[in-house]
């Protein structure tokens, strides 16, 4: 008897079992941080760099390369705040989506036909009204044309049920063909040999922070994050959007229209994506090229599910995100490693995720 106690004493010690209980949840979210999150991260920085010895190139260098370029220069820390801007919109976008149970994959069709809008929209009203309402009503129409955009994906899914992941990535395609015949019959800038929308002056743009080059849209992103952050988790309009999201049917007894909750969801979400098309446009480029499409959308949904679709999470990640594809330019130069290489590190972000989620499902499993 006395070897049984010995061997287990928490069996028999109120205080033993009190803390052992106490430090469980601790162990249980630092493994669950480090299986899903940091894991994840960690293993497809070691593929890619696998990758690379595969081709002949020094995964230190190339790593190397990135830092110096994007984070240990003045203008290369700039680029990556700047290009932080449209990358947080859609991280709104996408967190109003995701915890609400909409999957609206359909981000840069949304993204680019704001972006084409408020192109055609803003240099027509400069010198017609003050500067900051022309950028306001770009941002504004930017905005409603996301929203309105996505339309028919939130009908057939508020409504009639249709699964809304085919029919967003369907509008998402037909927005990018949408897109550039736009600028190619419709908001072409007869001034030029390049199919282009008319270009927006610099002085016209968002202003410029402390004196830099990064783009004011940068403040705008991170307080639109914030506030889905907040709104999502604070507010009782959040609460029953994630409701929706949860359970429908248990939403539906508790007396919450489903369908106007979900059209809402995609209204939301869709005029985010449309307002970073918006602050790209108004703040950097100034104008849209034919055929033009940086694919931020799909871009930005491993970064949204890392962060476990968490405001300052995801503020984090898109800003080494950001870093990733500014210094990636400088050592596709340098190392003749082709610039697409980003997405090679993306995808295999996202085999990583789904293993991070597989094994954390697994040992949940096992613990119960």
Not at 70 to 90: C, I, K
Not at 228 to 256: D, E, K, S
Request: glycine letters at 8%; hydrophobic letters at 55%.
């Amino acid at each position: 008897m006395s070897m049984v106690q010995d061997a287990t004493p928490s069996s028999v010690d109120p205080e033993a079992n009190a803390a052992d209980a106490a430090t469980r949840p601790g162990r249980s979210a630092f493994r669950r941080i480090m299986t899903v999150t940091i894991g994840p991260i960690v293993a497809a920085f070691i593929l890619s760099a696998v990758i690379l010895l595969l081709v002949g190139v020094n995964p230190l260098t190339y790593y190397g390369y990135i830092l110096e370029r994007s984070l240990f220069s003045g203008l290369g820390l700039e680029q990556t705040a700047t290009r932080m801007a449209p990358l947080l919109f859609l991280v709104a976008s996408l967190i109003v989506a995701f915890r609400a149970g909409i999957w609206n994959l359909g981000t840069d069709g949304q993204f680019l036909l704001g972006a084409v809008c408020s192109a055609a929209t803003a240099p027509l009203l400069v010198g017609v009204v003050p500067g900051w309402a022309v950028l306001l009503i770009g941002f504004a129409v930017a905005a409603a044309v996301g929203a309105v955009w996505s339309i028919i994906p939130a009908l057939l899914k508020a409504y009639q049920g249709v699964n809304e992941i085919i029919t967003t990535l369907m509008m998402s395609f037909l927005g990018v063909l949408m897109a550039s015949t736009l600028v190619k019959l419709v908001f072409l800038d007869p001034s030029t040999t390049v199919p282009q929308t008319r270009t927006l002056p610099v002085a016209d743009r968002l202003p410029r922070l402390f004196d830099t080059s990064i783009s004011s849209g940068l403040i705008w992103g991170l307080i639109a994050v914030m506030a889905v952050h907040l709104m999502m988790t604070r507010t009782a309009f959040g609460l029953r959007l994630r409701m929706v999201g949860a359970n429908p049917t248990a939403a539906t007894h508790a007396g919450l229209s489903v369908p106007l909750l979900t059209m809402a969801t995609f209204t939301i979400s869709a005029g985010f994506a449309g307002l970073s098309g918006a602050s790209e446009i108004l703040g950097v480029a100034g104008n849209v090229r034919a055929d033009w499409n940086p694919a931020y959308g799909l871009m930005v949904i491993p970064l949204v599910f890392l962060a476990r679709f968490h405001g300052v999470g995801a503020i984090v990640l898109v800003f080494f995100y950001s870093a990733l594809m500014i210094g990636s330019e400088s050592a596709a130069r340098r190392l003749g490693v082709p610039q697409d290489f980003t997405l090679v590190l993306v995808a295999s972000l996202l085999i990583c995720l789904g293993l991070g989620e597989y094994i954390d499902h697994r040992k949940s499993r096992k613990e119960r």
